[in-house]
């Protein structure tokens, strides 16, 4: 009996390899980018507020999983020049020429588009300043790079402490502090967008950092995941029927453990089929993965611009009144020119 017990947790430990989230990275970043055109499509079927609050998990997958990425490339070179010039060359140069181009039409198009706002919008500020215009939706880029700025510090920190345990415990308390300081009523509270999300890529550079020394996930933590996943669940019905102080926060909280099962269940749904040799394995998912950063950037921007555009030469607004199709064709659209300006 105690030989089968024996055996049956090293196949389980042998089934859940973290690196497998590191393999498939492409593949859950490509889902998750599906989930967010579709939640900011406004969809009449995807517009309660139970989707709304579930499909806004991609954000926070795809921070998790960068931050899986970024411990993976600070442990080859962790010299913090080589790294800041790394993350600017990735992000900078495609996106800023991008953002700019498409705030100045808006500009053009759009009536509650102002100077300021394409200040803010073109400089990466809209969700840094007090009075800026969440309208300019660029909260991400300007997000990530923060995070960017102080992962390597982080890294060095973890990386050189011996107790682990300790260490994490520090990071976690640092990030519930960041979040407390800025919450809805707070006196920073526009810096939520930044604090609140901080926690989910912190865990994902704690996750990246098992998955460098080939840590496996046994069946009791992955137990003690699922079961902080249903009471996240239940806890974000909850909070659909009851708003409180703590609500931002909180949802962001009850994400956490949803992301990590959400990006083990892909890896392996995705191993599976590669190794049954599926017809369908998702591959158009590891594609969309590689353009992330370019779709994230300008889907937005191209479900307002074109309507702004109706709006300012027809009335009737005729090539968007169908919320289904327009939806449709402005996601294939983001899609093919994120893939044609990265070429």
Request: with cysteine.
């Amino acid at each position: 009996m105690l030989c089968f017990i024996y055996k049956v947790r090293v196949q389980v430990n042998d089934m859940f390899e973290l690196k497998k989230i590191l393999k498939y990275r492409n593949t859950i970043m490509g889902i998750a980018c599906i989930m967010i055109m579709v939640f900011h499509s406004n969809l009449p079927a995807f517009n309660t507020v139970f989707f709304k609050r579930y499909l806004y998990i991609g954000v926070d997958i795809f921070l998790f999983v960068s931050g899986i990425g970024i411990v993976q490339s600070l442990s080859k070179d962790n010299d913090i020049k080589a790294f800041y010039k790394r993350r600017f060359q990735r992000i900078i140069p495609y996106s800023i020429p991008l953002i700019i181009t498409l705030g100045f039409l808006l500009f053009l198009y759009d009536k509650d588009f102002s100077v300021i706002d394409f200040y803010n919008h073109s400089f990466l500020i809209s969700n840094l300043v007090p009075t800026g215009n969440y309208f300019a939706f660029l909260w991400y880029l300007p997000t990530i790079l923060i995070y960017y700025l102080v992962s390597p510090f982080i890294f060095r920190y973890y990386k050189a402490r011996n107790n682990k345990t300790k260490a994490t415990i520090v990071l976690l308390v640092f990030c519930f502090l960041l979040s407390i300081i800025t919450l809805p009523n707070g006196f920073l509270n526009y810096l939520s967008w930044i604090t609140t999300r901080f926690l989910v890529y912190v865990i994902g550079m704690i996750f990246g950092f098992r998955i460098k020394s080939d840590k496996t996930i046994d069946l009791w933590e992955l137990l003690f995941y699922i079961l902080l996943g249903l009471l996240s669940i239940v806890s974000l019905v909850y909070t659909m029927k009851h708003y409180f102080f703590f609500s931002d926060f909180f949802i962001k909280l009850c994400f956490i453990p949803l992301v990590i099962l959400f990006c083990i269940a892909i890896a392996y749904i995705k191993e599976y089929l590669s190794l049954k040799k599926f017809f369908i394995q998702g591959k158009i998912f590891d594609y969309i993965g590689n353009y992330t950063l370019i779709i994230y950037t300008s889907h937005e921007f191209f479900l307002y611009l074109f309507k702004s555009i109706s709006y300012h030469y027809d009335k009737g607004v005729r090539f968007v009144s169908n919320p289904y199709f327009y939806s449709l064709w402005v996601g294939i659209f983001t899609i093919v020119f994120s893939i044609a300006y990265s070429k």
